[in-house]
Nanobody
Framework: QLQLVESGGGSVQPGGSLRLSCLVSGSTSDYYAIGWFRQAPGKEREGISC????????NYGDSVRDRFKISRDNAKNTVDLQMSSLAPEDAATYYC?????????????????????WGHGTQVTVSS
């Protein structure tokens, strides 16, 4: 089975940066991509970014395209999300999830319904 564990959340001042990591354990043979999502209280789940497990071609949501960067670290088995210029509206619980081959598309999608094997999330707070 595939297990995803998010880490790196915390409190940061506006304009600051955080790096989130999604540790991927187990077999990834049934999955083609890893995505990052976030959800704040009272708001819908939002796709942030995704990346293929077999390439470095990423996809980004419009709200974070200029500020966030997704990457894979194969040595550590992580998919990382570098977040910069953070603002209060970025505060949320951030989740990573794996997309199965049955939902394969290029570039990888950011529709939450296409993902499975969700992690439990890591919380990001942006406050002065």
């Amino acid at each position: 089975q595939l297990q995803l564990v998010e880490s790196g959340g915390g409190s940061v001042q506006p304009g600051g940066s955080l790096r989130l990591s999604c540790l991927v354990s187990g077999s990834t043979s049934d999955y083609y991509a890893i995505g990052w999502f976030r959800q704040a209280p009272g708001k819908e789940r939002e796709g942030i970014s995704c990346i293929s497990l077999s390439s470095n071609f990423p996809n980004y949501g419009d709200s974070v395209r200029d500020r966030f960067k997704i990457s894979r670290d194969n040595a550590k088995n992580t998919v990382d999300l570098q977040m910069s210029s953070l603002a209060p509206e970025d505060a949320a619980t951030y989740y990573c999830a794996a997309a199965p081959w049955s939902s394969f598309k290029v570039p990888c999608g950011m529709d939450w319904s296409a993902y499975g094997s969700w992690g439990h999330g890591t919380q990001v707070t942006v406050s002065s």
